[in-house]
């Protein structure tokens, strides 16, 4: 992996086309993992996507932040450091051009597929609901399935190529990234999260037995929890910073909702210091009219969610979003509203903690689009 990540820095500032594996914009675990590992066999077996087989560009794995961000993903930096990833050469969005007109560059997006580099979109791997405003072009390949993590989609993709079969170094290295994804994004495979699916299941048991893995409930359980403390640990971020840590932005028509979500629950961030005024810098910073804290804390396996939504200065789509929410029934939040609190806004607990943020986005961008289209 990381002469193949070596070789990529190289080509950095040539002006030959691309060929851009680019995860989300949150570039969780999950996404960052998904971008690397299906660039590095993208790259050496182009045949994981047929359709991209006669594609000559050399492949770009980016990781949708700026490098100033990095150390913010803090189960990221863990996670690739612990597996001997050099982070030096990774590429960060601001450190390479990419081109949102018509290009000879391309993309394949990784665990998402709505984006303002459409127009440039060859491939799609993702495993959230296809949502069919994407803009995306007919002949654009699709691995989209709903299941609990991105790796698995792309641990599948090596399995049709027959490349968890002989297991070599450099694929161990790669299962072993996907497998950590997978082990987090399914909450460890808890029934009460209920996040996975049974073709996670059965990627995470393929990638066990080509590890050959002995005991796979302990070695499960121990790296689940590595990640999930190394992911709760905000302890050198402040509370702007924790803003920034996992992020989603719903913008249209000069309006904009920002969706941060964390490993503590909203109502333990907002006693933290500074937390009024950092989110008036936040706002400025995103541009923000609205904002959805999303918390998340897990202990033992157990999950407990909260939300906030803070108005910066749009009462009305403040109060649209929370009409949103608090009226869905597909999916039903099972919200319970916090009636202590110790600052402005409307805060919840998520009594349905199988809800996550991938069911709220399509919900608040259905407002944002609403509202930008009637003011």
Known sequence: MNQFLKQCRTILGNKLPKLIVLGNESCDLDSAVCCLCLAFNLAKNPGIIKSLTTCNNPVLPVLNVTREELPLKTEVVHFLRSNHVDLADLVCRDEVELPEGQSETKFVLVDHHVSRFRWNVVAVVDHRPFDGNSGLEGG????????????????????????????????????????????????????????????????????????????????????????????????????????????????????????????????????????????????????????????????????????????????????????????????????????????EGSFFQQCNVRVTRKHLLPLVTSVVEGFGSSD
Do not use: W
Request: glycine letters at 6%; charged letters at 25%; a negative charge.
């Open 140 to 343: 654009t390949y699709k691995f989209i399935e709903q299941v609990g993590s991105c790796a698995t989609l792309v641990t599948k993709l090596m399995e049709q190529v027959d490349l968890c079969k002989e297991v070599t170094g450099e694929n161990a290295e790669v299962l072993r990234l996907l497998y950590g994804a997978i082990v987090l994004d399914t909450v460890n495979f808890s029934a009460e999260a209920d996040r996975a699916r049974p073709l996670d299941h059965e990627m995470a048991a393929l990638i066990e037995r080509s590890l050959e893995v002995a005991d796979f409930g302990a070695y499960r359980k121990t790296l689940f929890d590595e990640l999930v403390a190394k992911r709760s640990d905000v302890s050198s971020l402040d509370s702007l910073q924790i803003l920034s840590k996992d992020l989603k932005i719903v913008s249209k028509n000069g309006i904009t909702v920002a969706i941060p979500g964390y490993p503590i629950l909203v109502q333990e961030y907002i006693k933290l210091d500074g937390v009024g005024e950092n989110l008036r810098k936040f706002a400025d910073k995103t541009n923000s009219n609205v904002i959805v804290l999303m918390g998340m804390k897990v202990t033992d396996g157990s999950v407990q969610r909260d939300l906030g939504i803070i108005n910066i200065n749009n009462e009305k789509l403040h109060q649209e979003i929370l009409n949103k929410l608090t009226s869905s029934v597909s999916p039903d939040f099972a919200f319970k509203k916090h009636d202590h609190v110790t600052m």
